[in-house]
């Protein structure tokens, strides 16, 4: 659902300029192979940031022409090391991450030692999540970097470095919002990049089942809040009832 410090990034700009996700996307374009892969996905499937660190080559699946990311119920974590901290690293060492190691037990999953590495593995954050969903990959540019990028890489990142390459990115697109508590800049993080994508289904008339699914969230009030902040669907009303004819019987 939209944070507390709902910032998405802009979509429609006004005038010729670029939007602010215009603008993301051609930075990611131009970074490293992880870069661009990190940057497109998560704007254009609003993963969460422990999603994309844990992301395999398994979770791609086409569906006649169409890629799908399906994510699993769980996936085995091999992102830590020996002396890790709470980002991981791409170790081959097997150990999970400093994440999986200290993520709140849910009531929704079964016993630990029905998981990988004795429920030290990484799964959904909601029960809706548990029992899995595919998220469909429109943009062409974002399935070739997919597709790409794994049949050289077994992994992506661990979840902090997910963090910083969103960061590195948005600095490279000098795209930054006032904020007082982050000494006058606050780069968009892994979350704004989750709520643009559900911000833009809000805008294109997804309704709020439609953005559940995708978006894996555990309630439909959740993908409410959506199209609430967007204003979409008052204005749709307001033009409705503005056009009613008050003469007609």
Request: charged share 30%; net charge negative.
């Amino acid at each position: 659902m939209p944070s507390s410090s709902y910032l998405p990034l802009e979509i429609v700009s006004e005038g010729n300029s670029k939007s602010e996700y215009e603008l993301f996307r051609e930075s990611a374009k131009e970074g490293t192979p992880r870069e661009e892969l990190i940057g497109l996905t998560l704007i254009d499937t609003g993963l969460r940031v422990s999603a994309m660190a844990h992301m395999r080559q398994n979770w791609l699946k086409w569906r006649g022409e169409k890629l799908y990311i399906d994510v699993p119920v769980y996936e085995k974590c091999e992102l830590g090391s020996v002396e890790k901290g709470s980002g991981g690293d791409r170790s081959k060492s097997g150990v999970p991450c400093w994440y999986c190691e200290n993520r709140a037990r849910k009531d929704f999953l079964p016993p630990n030692d029905e998981l990988p590495n004795d429920g030290n593995c990484w799964h959904p954050k909601s029960e809706s999540g548990w029992k899995g969903r595919l998220i469909p990959v429109v943009e062409d540019e974002t399935a070739e970097i997919l597709m790409t990028y794994f049949r050289v890489y077994d992994t992506v990142c661990g979840v902090q470095a997910v963090r910083n390459t969103v960061q590195r990115i948005a600095k490279r697109a000098d795209l930054f919002k006032p904020a007082e508590s982050n000494n006058g800049k606050n780069w968009p993080t892994p979350h704004d990049l989750r709520d643009t994508y559900g911000t833009k289904l809000a805008l294109m008339g997804f309704n709020r089942d439609q953005i559940k699914g995708p978006m894996g969230h555990a309630s439909i009030e959740q993908a409410d809040d959506y199209i609430k902040l967007t204003g979409i669907e008052s204005a749709q009303v307001f033009d409705k009832k503005w056009n009613t004819d008050l003469n007609s019987d």
